[in-house]
């Protein structure tokens, strides 16, 4: 049984950094891409950032510059470091493979912007 159990959101005020972190148990993690997603009020999911199991990562054009995806697969954990954060990035996060699989989403983390 797969579960995605995300961490480390809060609140934080513009130009701040969070450290967000997803734990994996199952068979989802080795050898797939991951992926971090998030879903702000009133609009669809979209994927953030997504990592290979050897590193390759690649970014919304929101997050570029700013976000930083990175994995231990020995802990079978990936993680969001986000810089500069503004309020539009204020939303759920979640973590998934990539592509995701539905019934596979955790609870997310909310993460709100805000002065």
């Known amino acids: 049984q797969v579960q995605l159990v995300e961490s480390g959101g809060g609140l934080v005020q513009p130009g701040g950094s969070l450290r967000l972190s997803c734990a994996a148990s199952g068979t989802i993690f080795s050898m797939n891409v991951m992926g971090w997603y998030r879903q702000a009020p009133g609009k669809a999911r979209q994927v953030v950032a997504r990592i290979s199991s050897s590193g390759v990562t690649a970014y919304a054009e929101s997050a570029k510059g700013r976000f930083s995806i990175s994995r231990d697969n020995a802990k079978n954990t990936v993680y969001l470091q986000m810089n500069r954060l503004k309020p539009e990035d204020t939303a759920i996060y979640y973590c998934?493979?990539?592509?995701?699989?539905?019934?596979?989403w955790g609870q997310g983390t909310q993460v709100t912007v805000s002065s």
């Open positions: 998934n493979r990539d592509p995701p699989i539905p019934n596979y």
